[in-house]
């Protein structure tokens, strides 16, 4: 079993900052990436930012440079720094793991529960 809380979310004003976070526990063996993706009504859940294992990492196009993802391996946590927040990115966030409980066991994709982010003018 892998749990993954993510904490952070809220309500901001467009322009302001939030920060989330995301830490896994649990039988966890090896993790290959976190990241962050999100969703809006009636639409598909979409990658906004991903870190590997080895510290490389992926944006969506309309994040970049304004959101940064990083990584405490230590502590399974990983966190997502949104600045010059937009009405756009109003959506759930959910927290991601990409990884395997066991040496035996494949690949798998893990989530958090969802936490609401929304941007208000």
């Known amino acids: 079993q892998v749990q993954l809380v993510e904490s952070g979310g809220g309500l901001v004003q467009a322009g302001g900052s939030l920060r989330l976070s995301c830490a896994a526990s649990?039988?966890?063996?090896?993790?290959?990436?976190m990241g962050w993706y999100r969703q809006t009504p009636g639409k598909q859940r979409e990658l906004v930012a991903d870190?590997?294992?080895?510290?490389?990492?992926n944006y969506k196009d309309s994040v970049k440079g304004r959101f940064t993802i990083s990584r405490d391996n230590a502590k399974n946590t990983v966190y997502l720094q949104m600045n010059s927040l937009k009405l756009e990115d109003t959506a759930v966030y959910y927290c991601n793991l990409k990884g395997r409980t066991s040496i035996l066991r494949a690949t798998m994709n893990y989530w958090g529960q969802g936490t609401q982010v929304s941007v208000s003018s």
């Open positions: 870190i590997t294992n080895g510290g490389s990492t």
């Open positions: 649990g039988s966890i063996f090896r993790i290959d990436a």
